[in-house]
């Protein structure tokens, strides 16, 4: 009726344009997640189990601080820092550990002579006396070689090989383990920080909501015009979104630190 211009009518356009968009993309990441959920729990997740979807439009006044879902549960006080050896990480690295240890004692073990000290009449064996005789490091029996004590330094070089092995084990144990305790660390420090931010965000958008409900209220009797109106829900919209944003990442640091803890 000419009370705006082509120009202002084109920024309105664009608002609502970016609103599909955001509308579309939105539907389409709950689908995804719907897909990973399904995936992950192996059958269709009933529709009772899932929280609701919001409707498409509702007034002002329906626009809620209703709290979230139910979150995670808490992490208990005092707890010990041996939760951290059940994390699969350092199982594998210890039990990797015990494997290499294990194989020194077979290197080792390869350095002795498979002979029998003793005979059938309990006297020392005719293989332990060729064994001590001068000068020989090396016997034969039925022109079969039974143990060579000096092998080209095969033996020494297998035993080498298996300690620097261990080493390499050890110093990947250490890392699960200084990597377990830093995981741990950080979402710990990110608790608390989430928590108070949550919160504050859920001021912000409990301001929204009030500016949005005062400005329907001054609309409504003839105070406030519509454009006042859409610009206080679109910023409680915005509030909205931010605060879920922020409740994903406290949920998110709080899944970190169960991961952390191999619970």
């Known amino acids: 009726v000419g009370a705006a ?88 690295a210890e039990q990797l550990l015990i494997g290499a240890t294990a194989n020194i004692g077979a290197a080792r073990a390869a350095f002795w002579p498979r002979i029998s000290l003793t005979s059938s009449a309990g006297l020392a064996s005719s293989q332990l006396g060729n064994l001590l005789q ?61 928590h108070d931010q949550v919160a504050a965000q859920a001021r912000l958008r409990d301001a929204s909501l009030d500016t949005a409900r005062l400005t329907e209220l001054r609309r409504s009797r003839g105070a406030a015009s519509d454009l006042e109106r859409l610009d206080a829900e679109r910023n409680l919209l915005a509030a909205e979104q931010a605060l879920v944003a922020t409740r994903l990442a406290e949920q998110q640091n709080r899944i970190a630190l169960f991961k952390a803890l191999g619970r």
Request: glycine residues 6%; without cysteine.
């Open 5 to 92: 211009s082509a120009l202002e009518l084109q920024a309105a356009a664009s608002l609502v344009a970016q609103s599909e968009v955001a509308l579309l993309q939105a539907r389409r990441q709950r689908q995804l997640d719907l897909n990973a959920l399904n995936l992950l729990v192996g059958a269709v997740v009933p529709a009772r189990l899932l929280p609701p979807e919001p409707p498409l439009a509702q007034p002002v006044t329906a626009m809620s601080g209703a709290p979230f879902g139910a979150g995670f549960a808490e992490v208990p006080a005092g707890l010990g820092s041996d939760v951290l050896l059940d994390r699969p990480d350092v199982v594998q």
């Open 134 to 194: 001068a000068g020989s490091f090396a016997w034969t029996l039925a022109g079969q070689a039974l143990v060579t004590v000096f092998d080209s330094g095969r033996n020494s070089a297998n035993l080498k090989v298996t300690e620097v092995n261990r080493n390499i084990a050890i110093a990947a144990y250490e890392k699960a383990l200084q990597s377990a305790f830093r995981e741990t660390a950080d979402a710990l420090a990110g608790l608390q920080s989430w």
